[in-house]
């Protein structure tokens, strides 16, 4: 068997900083709760509220992916010989469950507001939207750079992002109920707040739930992959052919290659072992792969003891 080389301090160095950005995002977030939460008081906005409630998940989820970033990076054991690389994906699953929660709780309590319409202080509404719109964009230039490091960080960025809309639908609401007087314009914003929550809820919990069902990555084709390694000197036949996903930018492969005895015998199991992993590593950025090289003489012998 042969196996790639891993990039795991490349990948502790990225966790380090996203934790970094995670922080400043976590401190930023949590103190616009409060604001805003006060603020959806003194005005009795209920879009205000919905935005504050949606942060505060926020608030958590980014707890957690800072948790789950920790996690990940203690070490492989006999154990979990992939370390903890999957509490990552966890994290993310959790985050994908908390935000659709809070849209089945803005749905509800929107419609409501909607059927009977309650009295909105406007200008208390404009003015804490605001502020929580400042914080939501400082959040999210903070978090831009690393949003495709991790399904993790993709998570956290899209609940702040999310939080971003939703601070401008308050604001649109505000002014709306401030310049005509149409206080259902609270409660659509509310339900507008969770129309867009929703898909990117729904999206992060199936890439997740990709992942963990060990599904092939969704940019790779396996038979893309079959075809380049039949194509290889040698090769004459490829099968258990396996792709999934370790963790967020870690994609694993493995297969059963069948070689010629002519070619073990001249470039030996070591090259073609190489060759193998290298295919691999440059056309599809796959870096942990394993490979069993099986000799064409042997194919016989496998396909008796499968019907033995």
């Known amino acids: ?3 790639g080389h891993s ?3 490349s990948h502790a160095g990225g966790r380090a900083e996203d934790r ?8 930023v977030t949590s103190t616009v709760v409060v604001v805003e939460a006060l603020g959806a008081w003194w005005s009795g906005s209920l879009a205000l509220l919905a935005d504050a409630g949606h942060m505060l998940t926020d608030a958590a989820g980014i707890l957690i992916a800072l948790s789950a970033s920790l996690i990940a990076t203690r070490p492989a054991s006999p154990r979990r010989t992939f370390g903890y690389h999957r509490v990552e994906i966890l994290a993310a699953v959790i985050n994908a469950l908390v935000l659709l929660g809070v849209c089945s709780y803005l749905a509800v ?3 409501r507001r909607l059927l009977d319409p309650a009295d909105v202080d406007a200008g208390q509404m404009l003015v ?27 998570g956290a960025y899209l609940e702040v992002l999310s939080d971003t809309f939703g601070s401008v639908a308050a604001i649109v609401a505000g002014v709306l ?32 739930g990709g992942i963990l ?90 396909h008796d003891t499968e019907h033995a």
């Not at 939501?136 to 949003?147: A, M, P």
């Not at 507008?192 to 199936?206: D, G, K, M, S, T």
């Not at 072992?273 to 496998?302: K, M, N």
Request: some cysteine; proline content about 2%.
């Open 7 to 9: 990039h795991d301090h």
């Open 213 to 302: 069902l060990e599904s092939a990555p969704r940019d790779l084709d396996v038979e893309e992959v079959r075809r380049h390694l039949c194509a290889m000197d040698g090769v004459v036949d490829v099968h258990d052919l396996h792709a999934w996903t370790i963790t967020s930018g870690m994609p694993a492969l493995s297969a059963h290659i069948t070689v010629t005895d002519e070619a073990l015998a001249e470039r030996g199991v070591g090259q073609v072992l190489d060759d193998l992993t290298g295919c691999v590593e440059a056309h599809f950025g796959i870096d942990h792969a394993t490979f069993q090289v099986e000799p064409a003489s042997h194919r016989d012998h496998e």
């Open 177 to 208: 109920v401030a310049t005509t007087g149409f206080l259902r314009a609270d409660s659509i914003a509310s339900l507008v707040i969770a129309a867009l929550v929703l898909p990117r809820a729904w999206a992060l919990l199936r890439e997740a």
């Open 20 to 27: 970094r950005r995670l922080v400043l995002v976590l401190a």
């Open 109 to 111: 309590a929107g419609t």
């Open 128 to 154: 804490f939207a605001a502020i929580g719109l400042a914080a939501n964009v400082v959040s999210v230039v903070i978090l831009t750079r690393r949003k495709d490091s991790s399904l993790n960080m993709k």
């Open 1 to 3: 068997m042969g196996a």
